[in-house]
């Protein structure tokens, strides 16, 4: 062990008794690296005991790369993306590279500033984005990875399993008596609407073209108003309301009191995402946590192995949601059918 400067690698090695290489591709995520999950442990105890990092500049002069990483978020964004961004940028942190964060603006320019800025790639926050748009970040001739999305559109992509998410909602649905609960949507034309639903119809045991249903334009709060006022204008007693995505939620708790529907007296509310503002929304918000940070490093990784040229396909980040019980929700025994303004 080196007893001052800088660690390195070797240091690294030699502490947990393996060869360099080993360490390189530890530190990379290479997922052809076939070693036992003690050796990891080993690797990764080293580099924590040691607190290496690599050094980007002298990687740089070796590989004829930047160390730079650009994530790209939609102009709008949540407390959701920041949670994205931070699990990137640890993940960035732990393997010696910088990201640089912007706003989606026009993609054939940004891709070019990006090259000639020497950026080693590009992650996405594509949940948000049509078709047609991403096929623009596709044509790039950098690495990208598109996240919170799955797609055939690029090589790779990362994505959280929406499908188990709203099979937890449908649960808490249905311990507490809800057995057809109405739906906020994002725009049905947003790739992965449907995957947001099949959970939540299987486990209540129905086809989603059997519940009232609206979809917004977007997926800000400001999208969840509009579409909750049309949502409320078409229940019909129904006694709870299933939101595909937190910020329409708040938008729609907003509606449902424009409309004088109170949650949960009249109307059970539970939402996709959780953020700290659910605590002071009134009521307070039930709704499934996601490993959002998990999946920020995780399209790290696997951009990384797009950078090196290994095989980098589709990920679905597999840590379980959780389900975060607040006020919004109450058994279905104790609602009144949900009344609105005519």
């Known amino acids: 062990m080196r007893k001052s400067g800088r660690p390195t690698m070797k240091d690294v090695a030699k502490l947990s008794e393996v060869d360099v290489s080993v360490v390189s591709r530890v530190l990379s995520s290479d997922p052809k690296l076939a070693i036992t999950d003690e050796t990891r442990d080993r690797v990764l105890a080293a580099v924590a005991e040691l607190d290496y990092r690599p050094n980007r500049t002298a990687r740089a002069l070796r590989t004829s790369r930047s160390g730079l990483i650009a994530f790209v978020l939609p ?4 407390e959701v993306y920041f949670r994205l ?8 942190t732990e393997l010696g590279y910088q990201l640089v964060v912007a706003g989606i603006n026009e993609p054939e320019k940004q891709l070019r500033d990006y090259e000639s800025a020497g950026i080693d790639g590009v992650l996405i926050a594509a949940g948000g984005l049509d078709d047609d748009e991403l096929q623009r970040w596709a044509g790039s001739n950098l690495p990208v990875v598109a996240v ?3 797609t055939d559109l690029l090589p790779t992509a990362c994505d959280l399993d929406y499908f188990t998410a709203s099979s937890l909602a449908g649960k808490h ?3 507490l008596g809800h057995t057809r609960p109405a739906v906020l949507s994002g725009p049905w034309s947003q790739p992965g609407s449907d995957q947001r639903l099949t959970g939540l119809c299987e486990e209540l045991g129905v086809n989603s073209d059997e519940l009232t249903a609206v979809s917004s334009h977007g997926i800000g709060a400001a999208a969840g108003y509009e579409a909750g006022i049309r949502l409320a204008d078409q229940l019909d007693g129904e006694t709870a309301i299933f939101v595909t995505t937190i910020s329409l939620a708040f938008g729609l708790l907003k509606a449902l009191s424009e409309r004088g529907i109170s949650v949960p007296d009249d109307v059970s509310v539970l939402s996709l995402h959780d953020e700290e503002l659910a605590n002071f929304t009134s009521p307070a918000l039930t709704t499934i946590a996601m490993p959002t940070e998990q999946l920020g490093a995780t399209a790290v990784s696997q951009l990384l192995n797009a950078i090196e040229g290994r095989d980098t396909p589709q990920v679905v980040v597999n840590d379980a949601p959780v389900l975060v019980a607040r006020q919004s929700t109450a058994p279905a025994s104790s609602h009144q059918s949900a009344t609105h303004a005519p």
């Open 75 to 78: 102009q709008k964004t949540s």
């Open 85 to 92: 961004v931070a699990g990137a940028a640890g993940q960035c």
């Open 148 to 150: 919170n999305r799955s």
């Open 173 to 175: 649905l249905k311990d």
